[in-house]
């Protein structure tokens, strides 16, 4: 089956960037991208294309090429569901947080939605296809809804359900999309996984695409995530250990690293993993294992949260107990607010939870992220915010635009992300604005803090013992 016309429901971090990677590879394709959000939807439609609503290098290049040619963006929901050959569902899977499975199991609302909107608005043969994450068979539920109009109206609609993960890291999202390690389609009807397939054949080498059933492709995608989370978890523990004994993490890390079997990648040490999906996707797995009785398994991968928790107290208390055991009124910068560099997204970044207990403790905060705006983050730190199981009492803390600026009469800066600019730091300029004693944490073990040292400015770093 050819596809002449895509719609994809969710313009979030996902539907935004892959959607625009397809219209930019496969110029003969229409591809509308539908949201719910008209905000969003509004700021993917801006000519100033510094406004678009997700920040990825590379990212404004594509959509000045493809938007209003082959890549559309709006609010128009079932018209476009109604147009297409082929239908991803890109929408947010967050963790339940109400009733059965709360804390844990995914909720489905969004997909469900989506799913029941396809089944109605669709017409003839329709491939859908799961780019969101989602639990182990979630594929059978959408087929049984999509399957609905058939029974109510008589209709002679077709659906084949594919799931077709999605494997892009934020802030690398662009160069994923077109360069990926693999493409990974699980299915059972062969003619929509060719279909599929032909898609992504107009950039990427037939060998990395590979095709298995749809629960493969479902818990594939759950356990790669487990897996670079546990690598992260792993490396962040023996931080602790080389604090304890006098070892360098720098060394540890590279010395097991050089070995191909371990591999290189995921050992950098840091406050704990951020983001919108690790931690969900985890504990969407420890669900799943409860659920089918495998108790011993869950209990193995809820300790890849536990470590992550861990970490992020670790360096709290110890940042408490460097500045004399107390920082109330002491005034703390803060350089990198998102979970990482190169994006302007802070779900569950470390720098709300590290924050929050800063700021509890009776700290004045000076946040600084070139990625993130002061709307953010005031969402983030809000006294009312009801995702945060202990919002702050006061907004106590200042936003910066300026690095240097937000050093002014600190006593302490502390680094969360390895945003480039806090790489090279003028330690001669900073050491002048700060408080004495000035101490800097450096969370990730990325900035050139040795410098620092001349300038009479203490330094803890993650895992130098
Ligand atoms: P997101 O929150 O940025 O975007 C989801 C969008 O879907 C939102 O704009 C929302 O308004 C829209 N939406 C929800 N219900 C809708 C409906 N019924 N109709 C139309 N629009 C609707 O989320 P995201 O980060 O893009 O993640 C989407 C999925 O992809 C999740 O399952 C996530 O686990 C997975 N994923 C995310 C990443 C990542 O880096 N963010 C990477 C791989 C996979
Ligand atoms: C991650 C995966 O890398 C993607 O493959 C996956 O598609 C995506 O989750 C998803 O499903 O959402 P992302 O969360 O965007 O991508 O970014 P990562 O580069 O994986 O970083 C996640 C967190 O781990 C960040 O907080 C990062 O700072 C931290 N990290 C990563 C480390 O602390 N050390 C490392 O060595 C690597």
Redesign the pocket.
Known sequence: MEIKNICC????????PSMAVIALKCPNIQVNV????QT?IDRWNEKDLNKLP?YEPGLDNIISKCRGENLHFSCE?EKNISKADMIYI????PTKTEGLGAGQAIDLK?VE??AR?ISEFANGQTIVVE????PVKTAQTIQEILNCSNKKKNNTKTFHVLSN??????GT?INDLLHPDRVLIGGNNEQAIQSLCEIYSNWIDKSKIITTNLWSAELS?LIANAFLAQRVSSINSVTAICEATGANIKDVSSAVGADKRIGKHFLNPGPGFG???FK??ILNLVYICNHYGLNEVSNYWQQIININHYQQKRITGLIISKLFGTISDKTIAIFGFAFKENTN?T?ESPAISISLELLQEGAKLKIYDPKVSFEQIKKDLAPNNQTLSHPPKVNNWEFYNDLYDATINADAIVILNNCEEFKDLNWSKISKNMRLPSWVFDTKGFSNTTEAEKFDINIWSVGEG
């Open positions: 429901i969710g313009a979030g971090y996902v539907g935004g539908v949201d719910v959000n969003r997700i929901v890109s929408v947010n899977t969004w939605a989506s909107k780019k969101s994450t989602l993960p999605e494997f892009l890291a934020e999202a995608k983001g919108s999906c969900k996707d997204d779900r």
